[in-house]
């Protein structure tokens, strides 16, 4: 196991960092809200294979939560996770309190809002959501200020909206998206998963599985998209699900077209006590 060194204030994270960069080394940031799991060490892997050393963040970010949402209890489980991090040779892990990021509050903060790709799917139950990651996210990048970032592609449209903040900022960042880490029936890793009962986490995986039934449709060549997502929302709700929503899409976001070659289906579905995101990129097959 590799040595993993944490830092939880600004002042030292960044007399840490001035030395990586006097020895010119290059900075790879893994931003988090802890509760690790497979799909997380995934993104420390590919973060390592980019740059010389690896910064974790674990911060549970209070200004990405809506009042009714589970800020108060999402899991806080920093030993373990500590434990996790070294065992894939991360180098530094920054989990600072909510103090040190918002030191003035949180009420005049100054805020970061992506249009359009902030719009839609995710948002329209979480209003407010992507203006709060994109608020930490711009923060922590000014506060690592890497070479490169890694997220993960289950949080698709997170992923849209970051990707688009770093090239409006200016940010000579490269981001990379990292592929869905899953169980192996199917189902994406989530640190919500937690909240699902041993029967919920049975049913789960169908999510995913309802997803790549609208893909072989799209593959054959049936293009009806708004009878694809209203079906498979009747599915999901006949399997137990509460579907908040299916949508085709074109890669980039915006509505799937006649034309379109290559879709991403996204969908969003509450089962017990969890809400699980999830997505599939579809290719059209070339005859
Ligand atoms: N299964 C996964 N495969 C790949 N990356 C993932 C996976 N789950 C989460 N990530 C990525 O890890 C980063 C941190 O996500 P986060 O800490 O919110 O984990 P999470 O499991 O998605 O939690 P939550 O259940 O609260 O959404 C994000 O970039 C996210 O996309
Ligand atoms: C990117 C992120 C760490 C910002 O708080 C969070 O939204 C997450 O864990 O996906
Ligand atoms: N993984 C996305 C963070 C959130 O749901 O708040």
Redesign the pocket.
């Known amino acids: 196991m590799s040595q993993l060194t944490t830092l939880t204030t600004l002042a030292s994270l960044r007399a840490e960092l001035r030395q990586l960069r006097q020895q010119g080394q290059t900075i790879a940031l893994v ?5 690790l ?1 497979a ?2 060490l ?2 420390v892997e590919e973060a390592k294979r980019h740059a010389d050393k690896v910064i974790a963040t674990i911060f549970v970010n209070p200004l990405q939560f809506g009042p009714d949402e589970d800020f108060a209890s ?1 899991p806080r489980t920093l030993a373990d996770d500590q434990a996790q991090l070294a065992s894939v040779g991360c180098d530094f892990l920054f989990a600072p309190s909510v103090d040190e990021v918002y030191p003035h509050g949180q009420q005049q903060l100054t805020k970061v809002c992506v249009p359009q790709v902030s719009e839609g799917l995710c948002s329209a139950k979480r209003p407010g959501h992507f203006d709060g990651v994109a608020t930490v996210v711009t923060k922590l990048f000014n506060m690592v200020q890497p070479d490169i970032a ?6 698709y449209q ?2 849209a909206v970051i990707r688009k903040l770093t090239e409006d900022l200016s940010f000579p960042i490269q981001i990379i998206g ?5 169980s192996a029936e199917g189902l ?6 937690a909240y699902l009962t041993e029967k919920e986490r049975e049913r789960a995986p169908k999510l995913y599985a309802t997803l790549q039934a609208i893909a072989l449709k799209l593959q054959e060549g049936k293009l009806n998209y708004h009878e694809l997502t209203y079906q498979a929302r009747a599915k999901l709700a006949e399997l137990g699900f509460s579907p908040e929503y299916v949508e085709i899409r074109a890669l980039d976001l915006s509505p799937a077209l006649a034309t379109t070659q290559e879709w991403v289906i996204l969908a969003a579905a509450r089962m017990g006590k969890a809400r699980l995101i999830d997505n599939l990129i579809v290719k059209k097959h070339q005859a």
């Open positions: 931003p988090t809200m802890g509760n799991h799909g997380h995934r993104l999402y890694c997220f993960g592609q289950k949080d997170q992923l990292v592929p869905t880490c899953r994406a890793l989530s640190s919500r998963n």
